[in-house]
C-alpha cells in the first residue's frame, strides 16, 4: 500500500481525515474512506477517537493535543513526567486549550482547561516534539497557578526559578505573586 507509506514516514501517529487528505493530496473523500475501511481491517489502522485514526502503538498525548487545534500538554501531565508533583496522573491527560472540555478516549481520560488567548497563544516556555506542543515544567507550574491558585508542589528542586519568573510575567497580576510565593518558599528551604 503506497499510501500506508506515505503514513508511515510522516513521522506521526495519529491522523486525522485533514492530515490523510493531505498526505494523499486529495480532497476526494470517497477515496480516504475507501483507503480508511482496508487499513482497518487489515489492522493497520484502528479507529482511536471520532474522526482519528492510528497505529497500533501511538502517542497517546499526540491524540489528546490533536482533539483541539489551540491546546498543548501541560498542568499535571507535564508536571508528574517532570517529577514535580508525585501524585499519578497516568489515566489522565491534562491540557491548556480555549476551552474546558473533559471527554473519555481510548480507556483514558483527557481534560481541556480553559485558559485566556494571550497565555495560550505566547510561545514562551512551550516546546514542540515534532508532533504536538508541550510545556515545560516551569510554564506548566504557571498554567497550574493561574487556573488554581497557589499550589504545593512535592518537588521543586529541578526547576529553573529564574525562567519561572520569567514566565510568570505572561500571567495576571494574581498568578505574577502566586509564583513569587513559590519561588520564596523553594529558595528559602
Known amino acids: 500500500m503506497k499510501h500506508f507509506d506515505l503514513l508511515l514516514h510522516s513521522g506521526k501517529t495519529v491522523f486525522s481525515l485533514t492530515d490523510i487528505s493531505l498526505l494523499f493530496g486529495t480532497a476526494n473523500s470517497n477515496a480516504i474512506k475507501s483507503f480508511l475501511q482496508r487499513a482497518v481491517k487489515q489492522r493497520l489502522l484502528q479507529p482511536v477517537a471520532h474522526g482519528r485514526y492510528a497505529f497500533a502503538k501511538y502517542d497517546f498525548w499526540e491524540l489528546a493535543s490533536g482533539l483541539r487545534q489551540k491546546s498543548y500538554i501541560s498542568l499535571e501531565s507535564v508536571l508528574q513526567k517532570e517529577g514535580v508533583i508525585f501524585q499519578d496522573y497516568s489515566h489522565t491527560v491534562t491540557l491548556v486549550s480555549d476551552n474546558t472540555l473533559e471527554k473519555p478516549v481510548a480507556g483514558k481520560n483527557i481534560r481541556f482547561s480553559k485558559i485566556r488567548d494571550s497565555i495560550l ?25 493561574y487556573l488554581s491558585g497557589v499550589q504545593h508542589f512535592d518537588n521543586l528542586s529541578g526547576v529553573d526559578m529564574e525562567k519561572l519568573a520569567e514566565i510568570a510575567e505572561i500571567y495576571n497580576k494574581r498568578t505574577i505573586l502566586g509564583i513569587h510565593k513559590i519561588i520564596k518558599y523553594a529558595t528559602s528551604r
Open 121 to 145: 497563544l505566547n510561545p514562551l516556555g512551550l516546546e514542540y516534539t515534532g508532533r504536538y506542543l508541550v510545556a515545560t515544567k516551569e510554564r506548566a507550574i504557571c498554567d497550574r497557578t
